[in-house]
């Protein structure tokens, strides 16, 4: 459900966002940039037992009103609704997580792809580590750079599409692929439960925390706080369980 003119500007304040949007891939990048250093990712409901909701309303009342952060399918869901309240033709699709996996992963990545009057985009909030800080034309091949690290998408037989990443000074890597199969916002439902609730999910067994800051890339994982910038950890630091309120409240703006 797109958002109200209403819910839009109350959006707006809470990502920082104070340009006058329009049909175009400088307005989704510049709501990506904003979205991304104001709404922390994090899992931390799923730690404490509490059950999630992809409502729109929800989502809104959560990370806008409360100024909670949230995972991939309620980052990706906020913003779909932002989105579509703004006019964009927007279709979701699901993706599977390459980077930092042994195997191939399940699907459980929300990408949403944006019709904009510049072109065809992929929008992404909801990744906690170095990612995209604009929205990336999605053709084939072409680099692209957010100023950080150069990205592209190239076909794969089995992923159908994978976001590659080149940062300073390193190689290519793969970080997540995704087919071009619509999904509706319901389909997140089962792959969301499997991450609050299955044994084997990473999501319900440690703290996973993050925000952006300029060129940095801020991370709470589980016990271990790290500032990331250009390709190059800046500090990396292990703090007692202790220190966790003052970590969330002081680095992500989060009082939990």
């Not at 299955?198 to 925000?211: D, L, N």
Request: net charge negative.
């Amino acid at each position: 459900m797109a958002f109200s003119k209403e819910k839009l500007t109350k959006y707006f304040e809470r990502i920082g966002y104070t340009g006058s949007p329009k049909h175009n891939s400088q307005t989704l990048s510049d709501i990506q940039k904003a979205h991304m250093e104001h709404i922390p990712y994090e899992n931390l409901d799923i730690l404490a037992g509490v059950p999630l909701s992809l409502d729109e309303d929800y989502l809104f009342d959560k990370m806008v009103t409360r100024k909670r952060g949230g995972y991939c399918f309620e980052q990706n869901g906020l913003l779909l609704a932002a989105l579509q309240g703004l006019g964009f033709e927007v279709i979701q699709l699901c993706g599977r997580f390459i980077i930092g996996e042994t195997g191939i992963s399940d699907r459980r990545h929300r990408v949403l792809r944006v019709e904009a009057d510049d072109g065809i985009f992929i929008t992404d909030v909801g990744v906690y580590g170095e990612s995209p800080r604009k929205a990336l034309r999605f053709v084939e091949g072409e680099v692209q750079s957010d100023g950080l690290c150069d990205y592209r998408y190239v076909r794969d037989d089995f992923y159908g599409w994978i976001e590659q990443q080149k940062e300073k000074d390193k190689d290519w890597k793969n970080i997540y692929g995704f087919t071009e199969e619509i999904w509706l916002t319901r389909d997140f439902i089962q792959p969301s439960f499997f991450c609050e609730k299955h044994p084997e999910s990473a999501f319900s067994t440690f703290r996973k925390v993050g925000i952006f800051r300029g060129k940095e890339s801020l991370t709470y994982i589980d016990k271990v706080f790290t500032i990331y910038a250009e390709g190059k950890i800046i500090r990396r630091e292990e703090f007692p369980e202790s220190k966790a309120a003052d970590i969330l409240e002081q680095y992500f703006n989060l009082k939990v």
